[in-house]
């Protein structure tokens, strides 16, 4: 009897740390904002940049804004809206959307903003 009751409390401690992990995970889940943002260089490191990140299943936008960053606004520049790709990627039993874009024709030693998105749920401008 003595040898099942700590079979159990091991059982149970166990479950509780499992379902505490699960929740934990939980909050990794993807949404409709962009998250898992990576930014990387396709081509000539001087003017190229690609932009990826992951989004909820449901989201098939990809969209890209980029403009020059100044140490001061400019309320009359606009950024480049460029337009992606999307594909289903699966991690750990968990749909998602992954996305790409990519920024060519940069300016070489220019600073840049940019963010991605589907035009209604954005990232942070990096």
């Known amino acids: 009897m003595r040898k099942f009751l700590i079979f159990f409390v091991f059982v149970a401690s166990c479950m509780t740390s499992l379902a505490q992990y699960a929740n934990e995970f939980s909050n990794f ?31 098939s ?3 890209g804004q980029i403009i020059e960053a100044f140490a001061s606004p400019k309320p009359d520049q606009q950024p480049r809206q460029v337009t992606g790709t999307h594909a289903v990627w699966e991690t750990d039993s968990q749909e998602s959307m992954g996305h790409k874009v990519i920024f060519d024709g940069l300016k070489p030693n220019t600073k840049y903003a940019y963010r991605v998105g589907d035009r209604t749920h954005w990232s942070e401008k990096d």
């Open 61 to 63: 936008a990809s969209v």
């Open 29 to 59: 889940a993807p949404t409709v904002y962009p998250d898992r943002i990576m930014l990387t260089i396709p081509g000539d490191p001087a003017t190229s940049r690609a932009v990826s990140w992951r989004t909820n299943f449901e989201n």
